[in-house]
C-alpha cells in the first residue's frame, strides 16, 4: 500500500497495462518481466524496426522486451537516452523500468543517466519512469523531484507499478457507482439457502427452480415436477457447511433415490448437529459444466460492505485465491476484481475450452454488490459459493445471508 501511495505522489499514473523494461542484467530483466505478467501486466516486444534501432545504437543489446543492455551500459551511458526513447516510442508502454544494478550510488558517475531519465519524463509526461537500483540520497532525491520514483527491490517496483494502473484504470471508469436509497428491511427474515436465493434472485441473481419439501413425499413430488436427475441438500439457517454433516446428495434419478435421500441426509443433521434447527431439504435440478466462483459480501467496521471474489466450492478455502474491493460495484471494478484472480484463467478459453460467460459474471457480481450495499445495516455477510459461470449465463447454486444480531447455533 505504501509503495503504491509513493509511486501515485510523485509519478503518473500510467495510461495503459504496458511496461517496457530496460535492464543492466538479463536475469533481472527476465524475473520482472515474469513479475509483471504475474501481476497482470503486458510486456509488448518491441517491433523489427524498433529493435533495428535499438541495435544500431547499442549493438550487444539482447531481447525484445525486456531490453538486455548487459553490463557494457556502465561504459556507454550516452547510448541510454536513445534506446529508451525508442522503446517507448514502438510499443504501447504504460510505464518504463529501468534495472540499474549498483549504478545509483555513483553520484560521480550518475549525471549522464540522470539526464537521460528526466529527459524521457519530459518528452513522455503521462508516462510513469521507475528506476530499480541500490542508490544513495544524493541520486534518489533529484530524480523524485522529476518524478521518479526509485526502488531497490524489483517486486516491490513492479507491485506498485501494478497498482498505480489499475488507480488510473478505475479513475477513467465512466460508470459513477449507483446512486441508491436504502432497500426495504429485511425484517431479519433470512433463516435458511432457499430463502436467501429468493432474496438474491429478487436484486437480479440468477437462480435454479427449487423447491423446498418437509416430507419425502414432497421431495419426490417436486423431483418429478423439476425433472430428474436431481440434486437433494439439507436446508437449516444452523448448518452453513452443509457436505461437513453429509447433507448433500447429487444426482438422485428416481423417487426411491430420493426418499432414501431425505431419511439419510435428515438423519445425519440430527446425528451431527442435534441442536441444529430442520427445515427440511431443498430439491434442484442438476445442472453440468462451467467454472465454480465464489462472491461473498463482509461488512467491514471501517471500510462498509467488501465484495469478495475468487474460485469456488471447497477450493477457496484450499489455495486463498481472492481478491477484494468495495461495493457497490461499477461494471468496470468488477471486471478488474475477476482479473485479480489468477484462477479466473479458467474462465478463458483454459486448455482448449470455450471461454465462460465474462458479462454475466461481472452483472451478477455488481448485483450482489449493490444487494449487499442496500442493505448494509441489517446484513453481516453474504456468501454464494458456487456462483456457477456457464459459456452462456450464471447461476447460483447455493447461498448464505447472515444478519446481523441473528443468534446462531
Known amino acids: 500500500m505504501l509503495d503504491i501511495a509513493y509511486v501515485c505522489s510523485i509519478g503518473p499514473r500510467p495510461p495503459s497495462s504496458g511496461v517496457g523494461i530496460l535492464s543492466v542484467s538479463g536475469g533481472i530483466g527476465v524475473l520482472m518481466a515474469d513479475a509483471c505478467i504475474e501481476a497482470g501486466l503486458d510486456v509488448p516486444p518491441m517491433p ?8 544500431d545504437i547499442h549493438p550487444v543489446a539482447g531481447g525484445r522486451n525486456p531490453i538486455d543492455t548487459t553490463a557494457q551500459l556502465g561504459g556507454r551511458m550516452h547510448i541510454f537516452e ?28 550518475f549525471p549522464p543517466l540522470e539526464h537521460s531519465l528526466t529527459e524521457l519524463r519530459r518528452v513522455f509526461p503521462d508516462r510513469l519512469v521507475v528506476a530499480v537500483m541500490t542508490h544513495v540520497d544524493e541520486i534518489r532525491l533529484p530524480l523524485e523531484r522529476a518524478g521518479i520514483p526509485v526502488f531497490e527491490d524489483p517486486s516491490r517496483a513492479i507491485r506498485a507499478i501494478r497498482g498505480a494502473a489499475q488507480i488510473r484504470i478505475l479513475q477513467a471508469d465512466a460508470d459513477a457507482p449507483p446512486d441508491f436509497a436504502p432497500g426495504p428491511p429485511l425484517n431479519l427474515s433470512i433463516s435458511n439457502e432457499a430463502e436467501a436465493k429468493a432474496r438474491l434472485a429478487q436484486a437480479g441473481v440468477p437462480v435454479l427452480r427449487e423447491r423446498v419439501c418437509a416430507t419425502a413425499e414432497e421431495a419426490i413430488a417436486a423431483a418429478t415436477e423439476l425433472g430428474y436427475p436431481v ?41 451431527r448437529m442435534p441442536a441444529a434447527r430442520l427445515d427440511g431439504v431443498l430439491i434442484a435440478p442438476m445442472v453440468k459444466g462451467g467454472v465454480e466462483t465464489i462472491v461473498g459480501v463482509q461488512r467491514d467496521p471501517v471500510f462498509g460492505p467488501m465484495v469478495m471474489f475468487g474460485l469456488g466450492g471447497v477450493s ?52 450482489i454488490s449493490e444487494f449487499g450495499a442496500r442493505h448494509q445495516d441489517e446484513i453481516a455477510s453474504i456468501e454464494v459459493n458456487p456462483l456457477l459461470v456457464f459459456e452462456d449465463g450464471v447461476v447460483a447454486l447455493d447461498a448464505l445471508i447472515h444478519v446481523r444480531g441473528r443468534q446462531r447455533c
Open 316 to 367: 477457496v478455502e484450499l489455495f486463498q485465491d481472492v481478491a477484494f474491493a468495495s461495493a457497490p460495484l461499477t461494471t468496470k471494478r468488477a471486471e478488474v476484481l475477476v482479473r485479480d484472480v489468477r484462477a479466473a484463467r479458467l474462465l478463458d478459453h483454459w486448455r482448449g475450452r470455450p471461454p465462460m460467460d465474462a458479462r454475466s459474471l461481472v452483472e451478477a457480481l455488481c448485483r
Open 82 to 109: 536513445g534506446v529508451s526513447q525508442a522503446m517507448m516510442r514502438s510499443a504501447d508502454l504504460g510505464s518504463m523500468v529501468f534495472y540499474l544494478a549498483h549504478l545509483g550510488r555513483n553520484a560521480a558517475r
Open 231 to 271: 440434486a437433494l441438500k439439507i436446508l437449516s439457517e444452523d448448518i452453513a457447511h452443509k457436505t461437513e454433516v453429509g447433507g448433500v446428495l447429487l444426482n438422485l434419478g428416481d423417487g426411491r433415490a430420493v426418499a432414501h435421500g431425505f431419511s439419510e441426509v435428515m438423519g445425519r443433521a440430527r446425528e
Open 48 to 55: 523489427p524496426e524498433a529493435l533495428t534501432r535499438i541495435r
